[in-house]
């Protein structure tokens, strides 16, 4: 069974400064990968999401991801982080022959200071 | 023009009860999942499901089942409830080829 790790739990940021959030599955097959945001109180967002192509991916909110194969990672990154984007980060991973099921990492919960 | 909704919003119940979460989604999507948000934030699926396939995750009670009177709806069904069920429950639905997933607001469930 795949798994996903989220190596950072809680992250404190001040605004503008650079963000990367790491995230490593275990499944050596063919997979796509997604980000997603939980603000508090809210439900899950799509923040962006790789499926084949360029492993640059662009989402919303000026984030994107860097899909490595080589190194089963698609960490996130933000160049300059504000205050509003102070949520829960989830990355998720799927296989196709799993009945699309996302496997979720843990989480990393990103505060960041105005 | 909500995609994907869920009722109620919030559910607080006795240990031992029967219990129902309803989901519903516009989207016209061919598949709809739902999945379990404990206490520490940690997602795991439950249940996928479209008209010809239920996959269920093997971890899940036989106390949860899914029913689905039709594409656009999937409820959960939770029977005696237990303290350890109290959890954000959230619906998902999505396109089987397309593998994006689009949430719901979730359901936050108190057993006590």
């Known amino acids: 069974a795949q798994s996903v790790s989220q190596h950072n739990h809680h992250v404190i940021l001040s605004e503008a400064a650079s963000l990367e959030l790491g995230c490593n599955y275990s499944?050596?097959?063919?997979?796509?990968l997604f980000w997603y945001v939980q603000y508090p109180g809210q439900h899950l967002q799509l923040l962006l999401k790789y499926f084949s192509g360029d492993p640059l991916v662009k989402g919303i909110k000026g984030f994107e991801a860097e899909f490595i194969k080589s190194k089963f990672s698609f960490n996130l990154r933000k160049p300059s982080v504000q205050w509003s984007d102070t949520a829960e980060y989830f990355c998720a991973v799927n296989e196709s022959n799993a009945g699309n099921m996302l496997t979720f990492g843990g989480g990393t919960r990103l505060m960041v200071k105005p | 023009d909500t995609a994907v909704s869920q009722t109620p919003k919030y559910l607080v119940t006795q240990m031992g009860n029967d219990k129902s979460i309803k989901c519903e989604q516009n989207?016209?999507?061919?598949?709809m999942y739902w999945y379990k948000q404990d206490s520490k934030k940690f997602l795991k699926i439950m249940f996928s499901y479209n008209n010809k396939e239920l996959i269920i995750n093997e971890t899940v009670p036989n106390r949860f089942s899914p029913k689905s009177p039709d594409k656009a709806h999937l409820n959960l069904h939770i029977n005696s409830l237990e303290l350890g069920d109290s959890a954000v429950y959230f619906c998902a639905s999505g396109h089987r080829g397309t593998d994006t997933q689009y949430f719901g607001p979730g359901t936050r469930l108190t057993v006590l």
């Open positions: 499944y050596g097959g063919t997979v796509n």
């Open positions: 989207l016209g999507h061919d598949t």
